[in-house]
Protein backbone atom coordinates (compact mmCIF):
# COMPACT_ATOMS: atom_id res chain seq x y z
CA UNK A 1 0.00 0.00 0.00
CA UNK A 2 1.59 3.33 -0.92
CA UNK A 3 0.82 6.40 0.93
CA UNK A 4 0.76 9.72 0.19
CA UNK A 5 2.85 12.62 1.18
CA UNK A 6 2.71 16.17 0.83
CA UNK A 7 6.43 18.27 1.42
CA UNK A 8 5.53 21.62 3.28
CA UNK A 9 7.92 24.58 3.02
CA UNK A 10 7.02 28.45 4.14
CA UNK A 11 9.58 31.09 2.91
CA UNK A 12 10.53 34.48 2.63
CA UNK A 13 13.20 35.78 -0.09
CA UNK A 14 14.64 32.40 -0.30
CA UNK A 15 16.07 33.02 -4.19
CA UNK A 16 18.79 31.64 -3.32
CA UNK A 17 17.88 27.86 -1.95
CA UNK A 18 14.23 27.87 -2.76
CA UNK A 19 14.69 26.05 -6.20
CA UNK A 20 17.30 23.43 -4.53
CA UNK A 21 14.67 22.73 -1.50
CA UNK A 22 11.86 21.33 -3.89
CA UNK A 23 14.44 19.74 -6.12
CA UNK A 24 16.05 17.59 -3.41
CA UNK A 25 11.81 16.60 -2.29
CA UNK A 26 11.17 14.97 -5.77
CA UNK A 27 12.10 11.40 -4.76
CA UNK A 28 9.97 11.99 -1.16
CA UNK A 29 7.02 13.48 -1.66
CA UNK A 30 3.55 13.70 -3.26
CA UNK A 31 2.86 17.13 -3.39
CA UNK A 32 4.40 20.61 -2.64
CA UNK A 33 2.66 23.05 -0.25
CA UNK A 34 4.97 26.74 -1.08
CA UNK A 35 3.45 29.32 1.83
CA UNK A 36 5.39 32.52 0.58
CA UNK A 37 5.05 34.90 4.09
CA UNK A 38 5.90 38.11 1.70
CA UNK A 39 8.73 37.85 -0.70
CA UNK A 40 10.76 40.88 -2.55
CA UNK A 41 13.39 38.81 -4.41
CA UNK A 42 11.61 36.90 -6.95
CA UNK A 43 11.10 34.05 -5.08
CA UNK A 44 7.35 33.68 -6.43
CA UNK A 45 8.70 33.78 -10.07
CA UNK A 46 11.00 31.05 -9.32
CA UNK A 47 8.76 28.99 -7.61
CA UNK A 48 6.36 29.21 -10.51
CA UNK A 49 9.07 28.73 -13.12
CA UNK A 50 10.15 25.25 -11.07
CA UNK A 51 6.49 24.38 -11.17
CA UNK A 52 6.33 24.97 -14.89
CA UNK A 53 9.18 22.63 -15.72
CA UNK A 54 7.70 19.80 -13.55
CA UNK A 55 3.76 20.17 -14.93
CA UNK A 56 3.10 16.75 -13.19
CA UNK A 57 4.22 17.80 -9.70
CA UNK A 58 1.19 19.08 -7.72
CA UNK A 59 2.12 22.55 -6.28
CA UNK A 60 0.32 24.28 -4.08
CA UNK A 61 1.38 27.98 -4.10
CA UNK A 62 0.21 30.47 -1.85
CA UNK A 63 1.30 34.28 -0.91
CA UNK A 64 -0.25 35.19 2.63
CA UNK A 65 1.88 38.61 2.51
CA UNK A 66 2.02 39.98 6.08
CA UNK A 67 -1.18 37.79 7.42
CA UNK A 68 1.30 36.04 9.71
CA UNK A 69 3.36 38.74 11.02
CA UNK A 70 2.15 41.01 14.46
CA UNK A 71 1.87 44.87 14.45
CA UNK A 72 5.70 44.75 16.13
CA UNK A 73 6.01 42.84 12.88
CA UNK A 74 7.26 39.85 14.97
CA UNK A 75 6.66 36.60 12.69
CA UNK A 76 4.84 33.62 13.80
CA UNK A 77 6.45 30.34 12.29
CA UNK A 78 4.06 27.97 13.86
CA UNK A 79 1.00 29.56 12.41
CA UNK A 80 2.13 29.74 9.16
CA UNK A 81 3.65 25.73 9.04
CA UNK A 82 -0.19 25.18 10.58
CA UNK A 83 -1.49 27.10 7.38
CA UNK A 84 0.90 25.02 5.17
CA UNK A 85 -0.38 21.56 7.05
CA UNK A 86 -4.43 22.94 6.58
CA UNK A 87 -3.31 23.68 2.47
CA UNK A 88 -1.84 20.11 2.11
CA UNK A 89 -3.92 17.15 0.92
CA UNK A 90 -1.89 14.14 1.26
CA UNK A 91 -2.51 11.38 3.71
CA UNK A 92 1.03 12.78 5.73
CA UNK A 93 2.86 15.83 6.23
CA UNK A 94 6.73 16.48 5.87
CA UNK A 95 8.09 20.14 6.77
CA UNK A 96 11.29 21.48 5.69
CA UNK A 97 12.81 25.30 5.80
CA UNK A 98 13.96 26.37 2.83
CA UNK A 99 17.30 26.17 3.84
CA UNK A 100 17.32 22.40 4.88
CA UNK A 101 19.01 20.06 2.84
CA UNK A 102 17.89 16.78 2.42
CA UNK A 103 20.12 13.69 2.29
CA UNK A 104 19.87 10.59 1.13
CA UNK A 105 16.01 11.23 -0.27
CA UNK A 106 15.38 7.90 -1.90
CA UNK A 107 16.12 5.89 1.33
CA UNK A 108 13.81 7.91 2.84
CA UNK A 109 10.85 8.01 0.76
CA UNK A 110 11.72 3.77 0.96
CA UNK A 111 11.56 4.44 5.27
CA UNK A 112 8.41 6.41 5.14
CA UNK A 113 6.79 3.53 3.00
CA UNK A 114 8.11 0.94 5.01
CA UNK A 115 7.20 2.43 8.66
CA UNK A 116 3.45 3.80 7.98
CA UNK A 117 2.66 0.65 6.33
CA UNK A 118 3.35 -1.22 9.61
CA UNK A 119 2.67 1.87 12.30
CA UNK A 120 -0.27 3.84 11.34
CA UNK A 121 -0.55 6.96 12.35
CA UNK A 122 3.26 7.11 13.03
CA UNK A 123 5.48 10.40 12.95
CA UNK A 124 9.20 10.02 12.22
CA UNK A 125 12.07 11.59 13.45
CA UNK A 126 14.96 12.94 11.39
CA UNK A 127 18.67 14.40 12.91
CA UNK A 128 18.61 18.21 11.78
CA UNK A 129 22.33 18.75 10.73
CA UNK A 130 23.40 22.00 12.07
CA UNK A 131 27.34 21.59 11.58
CA UNK A 132 30.10 18.64 10.89
CA UNK A 133 29.48 18.03 14.66
CA UNK A 134 25.92 18.41 16.28
CA UNK A 135 22.98 17.19 14.77
CA UNK A 136 19.34 16.65 16.84
CA UNK A 137 16.71 15.05 16.09
CA UNK A 138 13.14 16.60 15.17
CA UNK A 139 9.76 15.27 14.47
CA UNK A 140 9.98 15.71 10.14
CA UNK A 141 6.80 13.57 9.52
CA UNK A 142 3.32 13.21 10.69
CA UNK A 143 -0.21 12.04 9.94
CA UNK A 144 -1.91 15.44 8.38
CA UNK A 145 -4.83 15.16 10.47
CA UNK A 146 -3.62 15.33 13.68
CA UNK A 147 0.12 17.04 12.54
CA UNK A 148 0.62 20.69 14.52
CA UNK A 149 3.05 22.85 15.14
CA UNK A 150 3.41 24.29 18.56
CA UNK A 151 4.92 27.58 19.45
CA UNK A 152 5.52 30.80 17.40
CA UNK A 153 9.69 30.76 17.29
CA UNK A 154 11.84 27.93 17.56
CA UNK A 155 8.30 25.97 16.79
CA UNK A 156 7.66 21.91 16.80
CA UNK A 157 5.61 19.54 15.33
CA UNK A 158 3.96 17.22 17.47
CA UNK A 159 1.12 14.72 16.60
CA UNK A 160 -1.92 14.49 18.22
CA UNK A 161 -3.21 11.01 16.96
CA UNK A 162 -4.42 9.28 19.87
CA UNK A 163 -2.31 5.95 18.73
CA UNK A 164 0.48 8.31 18.35
CA UNK A 165 4.08 6.59 18.07
CA UNK A 166 7.45 7.82 17.25
CA UNK A 167 9.66 6.22 15.13
CA UNK A 168 13.32 7.43 15.04
CA UNK A 169 15.69 7.41 12.28
CA UNK A 170 19.20 8.43 11.60
CA UNK A 171 18.06 9.83 8.43
CA UNK A 172 19.76 13.60 7.85
CA UNK A 173 18.35 16.86 6.97
CA UNK A 174 21.54 19.71 6.75
CA UNK A 175 20.28 22.89 7.70
CA UNK A 176 22.76 25.29 5.67
CA UNK A 177 21.50 28.62 6.57
CA UNK A 178 24.93 30.14 7.87
CA UNK A 179 23.99 33.19 9.25
CA UNK A 180 20.64 34.07 11.77
CA UNK A 181 18.93 37.04 13.08
CA UNK A 182 19.47 36.69 16.97
CA UNK A 183 17.79 40.08 17.99
CA UNK A 184 14.84 39.17 15.37
CA UNK A 185 14.37 35.96 17.36
CA UNK A 186 14.88 37.36 21.14
CA UNK A 187 11.99 39.61 20.30
CA UNK A 188 10.05 36.42 18.99
CA UNK A 189 10.97 34.01 22.31
CA UNK A 190 9.91 37.39 24.71
CA UNK A 191 6.48 37.42 23.21
CA UNK A 192 6.24 33.64 23.22
CA UNK A 193 7.38 33.98 27.35
CA UNK A 194 4.28 36.07 27.84
CA UNK A 195 2.20 33.94 26.66
CA UNK A 196 3.41 30.45 26.94
CA UNK A 197 5.77 30.73 30.18
CA UNK A 198 7.62 27.25 29.30
CA UNK A 199 10.83 26.05 30.33
CA UNK A 200 11.13 25.39 26.47
CA UNK A 201 11.20 29.46 26.16
CA UNK A 202 13.39 29.87 28.65
CA UNK A 203 16.02 27.93 27.46
CA UNK A 204 15.84 29.46 23.59
CA UNK A 205 16.19 32.75 25.22
CA UNK A 206 19.53 31.34 27.15
CA UNK A 207 20.86 30.30 24.23
CA UNK A 208 20.13 33.53 22.33
CA UNK A 209 21.77 35.41 24.95
CA UNK A 210 24.75 33.47 25.46
CA UNK A 211 25.17 33.58 21.32
CA UNK A 212 25.04 37.41 21.89
CA UNK A 213 27.49 37.10 24.11
CA UNK A 214 25.70 38.27 26.80
CA UNK A 215 26.49 36.09 29.50
CA UNK A 216 25.03 37.30 32.49
CA UNK A 217 21.49 37.18 30.73
CA UNK A 218 22.04 33.88 29.65
CA UNK A 219 22.65 32.65 33.57
CA UNK A 220 19.48 34.24 34.64
CA UNK A 221 17.43 32.74 31.71
CA UNK A 222 19.22 29.24 32.39
CA UNK A 223 18.37 29.59 36.24
CA UNK A 224 14.71 30.12 35.41
CA UNK A 225 14.82 26.73 33.57
CA UNK A 226 16.14 25.07 36.37
CA UNK A 227 14.46 27.34 39.62
CA UNK A 228 10.56 27.54 37.78
CA UNK A 229 10.79 23.96 36.33
CA UNK A 230 11.70 21.67 38.44
Request: net charge neutral; charged share 25%.
Amino acid sequence: LMHTLSGCLVVRNGKRSVVKCPDALLPVVNEYIIVDTGSTDGTLELVKGWGNAHPSTRIVLVNVGRRFHDDDGIFDFGAAKNYAISRATCEYVLWVDVNDELLKPREIRAAFDKIVNMVPHACITMLTEVDSSFAFPRVRIAPREFAKFIGSIHEYMVNEAPDNVIVTTRFRIRNVKTCRDIARNVKGLMKEWRIRHTQRVAFYLGNSARDMNDFFTAMDWYTVTVDEFP
